[in-house]
């Protein structure tokens, strides 16, 4: 008969941990416990800090039933679920702590996010604000309403930054499809004392385009500079075009290509120079966008 304890004990400790793993009726086990601890915590926060949308007691009413639906229970089943780990306070502090370190994880990461608007949105205000500033790279893929860039250069920017007579803007252009055109254009507005001259680009190639200017006109001297890129379609249709080499100021000392019509120097338009210039444009941009912060 001895023989036959050990299998009748092993059913007894076996019945009692199972009666041990079992909870009360309506009682949430602990993981769905602490996930609804973690959306309610949450949701209390909320209407602590959104008076507006939450200044009625039914309006709170709704919001926690929806987080109730959520989980598939309900209210009766919460408050029930919260006496009875409240009674068994060493369960409930450790369900607590790891809800409060999920909290505490959210709110980095809607910190960091809420870093990466605010840091995109100087970006896009010092752009929009920062007339002078003149990116040696623009794509059009990029969050921009304006579809494409303007500057403005004053008297005293003129004065610091044209040195010579003859200056220059000009760019490359990459990106634009073979089947169709944009409506692109750049233009290049001098103001002198008594004169003012439009010159424009209009661009329907991938290639690189100039525009050349004169700090000095007979009896005149050119007083500010403001210019623009500017795409008229619809901006998905063309966000593959970018613009690179970006630069206004003295003609570079590199020689221009040759028109192999009549051996002279181009004048509006040169060859486009390959794309590995994009990313000494990039590295370019990166340090000026540092110094403007």
Known sequence: MKLHRFPYLSLIILGIAISACQHPKNVLDKKRMENLMYDVYIAEALIDNDYSNFDSPQKKEAFFNSIFEKHHTTQEQWDTSLVYYSDKLDIYLRMNDSVKSRIQQLQKVLEYEQNQKVQL???IHRRIKTTTYIPPLYSFAEADI?????FRLDSASVSTQIGQDHFDFRFDVAGIPPTSHPTLKSVLMLEYKD???YQTNNISQNQSYKIT??????DDTLKTISGFVQLNNPCENFKGIRLYNIYLGSPHTLAEPQNPANGKTQDSIIKAKPLMHIEKAVEM???NRKKLR
């Open 146 to 150: 304006r579809q494409g860039f303007r």
């Open 195 to 197: 004169t003012t001259i």
């Open 121 to 123: 949105e100087k970006n």
């Open 213 to 218: 200017a004169s700090k000095f006109i007979p």
């Open 285 to 287: 941009d990166s340090l």
